[in-house]
């Protein structure tokens, strides 16, 4: 590398292009407000990484109304309600009659693919394969960065605004001194065992299995590949899991009396997802902002992070508009108290799917049965499923 290190000035700097840093750059842009976005990863890699699948429609409502792309409504499969099975038994909620609400199911790897597509057809500047190292100067009126591309050459972003979008295990998160932030973290006893396989639906519906051998999650990606998953423990390695073995396991966690069967096909992706709980309070210190999972991460039982992520960017995105258009920074001010409302929500809600579904390999008896009690009372009553389809489908933006 030469000692040669390149400035750019830009309005708003952003570390992280996954969907958090690149919705907020095309908004940014849409608005004529300079940015860029550094991302350490190549394209390819992450068009390739599966991950979310549920939109709430508010996300998908960004993604088209701010003209990203229209093949969200085309391609994206809308789902009116979930299935909850548990003693043997389904137990379908129509978000529909229940909440007026539907949900999306487009992939995050789509997701990507659309708002790269949108900030190249844009003139956005996205810069791959660079990894930020270093950020200077938080709490002046130019932050700065730093980073190296792959072939070598050194650069230095000063900015107006620093934005931390590298998701959950963030280099920009830990660039805040202890003394002005306070971390709120659980961490669970199990974690999911994901598969992808090329196999018809199942079922119309998601299925959220709670059952004596643990938790399912009968999901979907297409009429051809469908996601699906099953509570293991942490440690679990998926070279010990043949096809065969994966089958009798979630079969067994979906049987009953009325003899439901999964379709099966080939496996062709197998990954242990650990997951956890994490607030990081404020998510803002100086000109260095958080979004999207640098600032929280959610278990995926509720299908929140990817949404939460978008919640984010729209409300940082209202207050960059605003700073710019007016020099008022109030609403940069109220950024972290305004997302973190919804923030809360969103990690009760993970947290309770969460809980009343799964139960760990050495729980009391007696926490079985309670999770089971609260399935019943949830189910049984237009009040409970109605609190389960509103949560799930998303509450107002703010
Ligand atoms: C298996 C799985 C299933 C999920 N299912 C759902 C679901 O159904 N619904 C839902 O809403 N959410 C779901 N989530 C969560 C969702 O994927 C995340 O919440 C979402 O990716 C958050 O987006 P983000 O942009 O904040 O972070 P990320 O997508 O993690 O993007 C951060 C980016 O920053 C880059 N980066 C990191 N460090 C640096 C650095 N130093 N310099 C430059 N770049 C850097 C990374 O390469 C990455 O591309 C799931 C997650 C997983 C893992």
Redesign the pocket.
Known sequence: MSNERTIIKTKVGI????????MLSHMLGQAGIENIV????DHQS?SNT??????EAQAVSMLVDSGVDGRVLSEGDVHSGIDLRFNGESHPLDFTDLVDATVTLYA?NEVFIDLAAARARDGGDVRYL????ELMDLETDTPKFR?TNAEDEAFEVHCDILIG????????RRQIPDTNRQDFTVTYPFA?F?ILTEAPKSAPELIYANSPHGFALI?QRSETVQRMYFQCHPGENVHDWSEDRIWTELQARVDGPDNFTLKTGKIFDK?V?KFRSFVREPLSHGRLFL????GH??P?TG???????FADVKVLFEALDSYYSTSNDALLHAYSDTALKRVWKAQNFSYWMTSMLHTPVDADPFMAKRALGELETVTSSRYGQQYLAESYTGWPHA
């Not at 299908?303 to 992520?309: E, F, T």
Request: some cysteine; glycine content about 18%.
């Open positions: 570390v992280g292009g996954g969907p958090a840093g690149l550094v991302e350490a990863r992450i599966h991950r979310a699948g549920i939109l995050q660079c990894e930020v190292t980073f979008a590298d998701g959950s295990r963030s280099f920009c999911w994901g999901s990954t997802l979004i999207g999972d640098a991460t959610v995926p299908a929140k992070g990817l949404n939460l992520a």
